[in-house]
């Protein structure tokens, strides 16, 4: 009983507008743009009125992935071999009114690779990981990721999510022809995969037009 009464105090400090202020004055905030190399890095991120604390690892030199940690409440999140040091996302992805934690594990041009760490009551249940520019919701609370593969090209992704596993359930692929001015002129959407529309009732041509027609998947309107 001692034990968890003990366990309880932890996360309430934590939680509490001393703690949050202890980080603001101890850490500068996280640099926008990815470190060069690994080296050992204390900073947070602020989201309204908290602040998480972030610790990078130190790795010798001619390493080629590092550690990431961020304190959320009374959890440490940690993400190993990770190939670019950037500072985490804080922002309720799923729409449930509580903020998750997105770690970069990975950065292209414009793409990033995140560790999808959701907030679940409180705690912080780790489901996957998802690559993209942002993160978008249906109105029927699917995750919609789009990403960019080139110019003309982009893929949406579309997750259904629950407190314990993010599940695929389509891809669409949406790519644009232009004029010589580099205007747009029409785009066309298909559906690439679709493992999950069967447990949504949908068949090949109407999961097509869903996920085509969702607001995600409209990059070149």
Not at 6 to 28: D, G, S, Y
Request: include cysteine.
């Amino acid at each position: 009983m001692r034990g968890a009464l003990f366990i309880l105090a932890l996360a309430l400090v934590a939680c509490t507008p001393a703690h949050q202020e202890r980080i603001a004055t101890l850490a500068a905030e996280c640099p926008a743009t990815a470190q060069e190399g690994f080296a050992a890095l204390d900073c947070r991120v602020a989201h309204g009125a908290d602040n998480y604390m972030v610790h990078f690892a130190g790795e010798p030199a001619g390493a080629t992935g590092g550690e990431v940690t961020v304190e959320a409440g009374d959890q440490r999140l940690t993400e190993g071999n990770v190939s670019a040091y950037l500072a985490p996302n804080i922002e309720d992805v799923d729409g449930d009114g509580a903020d998750d934690v997105m770690i970069a594990r990975d950065s292209g041009m414009v793409n990033v690779n995140y560790a999808f760490w959701r907030n679940v009551r409180g705690h912080y249940v780790r489901l996957g990981e998802v690559s993209g520019v942002e993160f978008k919701r249906t109105a029927d609370g699917l995750l919609a990721v789009p990403a960019r593969g080139g110019a003309a090209d982009w893929s949406v992704y579309f997750y259904s999510i629950s407190d314990t596993a993010m599940t695929p359930v389509a891809t669409v692929d949406v790519h644009a022809e232009g004029d010589d001015q580099g205007h747009v002129t029409s785009s066309t959407c298909t559906l690439n995969e679709a493992p999950g529309i069967a447990a949504l009732h949908l068949t090949q041509a109407q999961a097509q037009t869903k996920f085509c027609a969702e607001p995600a998947a409209r990059v070149f309107d």
